[in-house]
């Protein structure tokens, strides 16, 4: 059984940082590839960023240059570096590998 599970979400005001973390409970956890997707009030949910197994890494136009996506296969541990955070990155992110999502953390960012 898998399990996700995000943590790092709180409130910060914008051109702040923060840093989301998912832990992965699984014996997969270091095959698969991770993501990050986030989904703000009204919208639908989106990918932010991808990293597979050895490290390559994706990202959406909304988010490059300010959002790291990383991991740590020994820690079954993805993290999403958000710099010069932006009021239109408020939202929930979750973290997802494969068929399985964590609960979500949510991010907000005032003007």
């Known amino acids: 059984q898998v399990q996700l599970a995000e943590s790092g979400g709180g409130l910060v005001q914008a051109g702040g940082s923060l840093r989301l973390s998912c832990a992965c409970s699984g014996s997969i956890c270091i095959i698969h590839p991770m993501d990050w997707y986030r989904q703000a009030p009204g919208k639908q949910r989106e990918l932010v960023a991808t990293i597979t197994n050895s490290g390559s890494t994706d990202y959406a136009d909304s988010v490059k240059g300010r959002f790291t996506i990383s991991r740590d296969n020994a820690k079954s541990t993805v993290w999403l570096q958000m710099n010069s955070l932006k009021p239109e990155d408020t939202a929930v992110y979750y973290c997802?590998?494969?068929?399985?999502w964590g609960k979500g953390t949510l991010v907000t960012v005032s003007s």
């Open positions: 997802r590998m494969r068929l399985y």
